[in-house]
């Protein structure tokens, strides 16, 4: 289940992915310490990406953003395990549903 968001795109570095794919070869305690650095590595350029200056924050964040709820529910689901998708997917199928309903209501009548 690699599914990889905007912010997992933005922070992304060689040195990080090269790391994750190696996890599974090493021992239990060389796993450890690497998934650790592995993840001080993605705060620290996490914290650095958001040190800059606002105004390319606002124009990477306007290119990217859509105002579509369905949209993001689906980007969430695609993430979620367990009872958090079911939730999300329920919601998703009954705003869905309402749409469709919306739809049938604007169709005129022959």
């Known amino acids: 289940m690699e599914e990889h968001n905007i912010l997992d ?3 992304a570095e ?3 992915e090269i790391l994750k794919a190696a ?3 090493l021992p239990a305690q060389g796993q ?3 998934s650790v650095y592995a993840k001080f590595l993605e705060l620290s350029n996490t914290i650095r990406l958001f040190s800059q200056p606002q105004a390319d924050m606002q124009m990477h964040a306007q290119e990217q953003f ?3 709820p369905l ?3 689906t980007a969430c689901s695609k993430v979620c395990r367990g009872p958090a998708k ?3 997917d329920s919601l998703i199928n009954t705003m869905a549903m309402v749409q469709l309903f919306e739809l049938s209501q604007d169709v ?3």
């Open 14 to 16: 060689d040195q990080v």
């Open 71 to 73: 949209e993001m529910l």
């Open 108 to 110: 005129p009548k022959q």
């Open 86 to 88: 079911e939730r999300i």
């Open 66 to 68: 859509t105002a579509d």
């Open 32 to 34: 450890r310490l690497i």
């Open 23 to 25: 996890m599974p070869y």
């Open 9 to 11: 795109e933005m922070i």
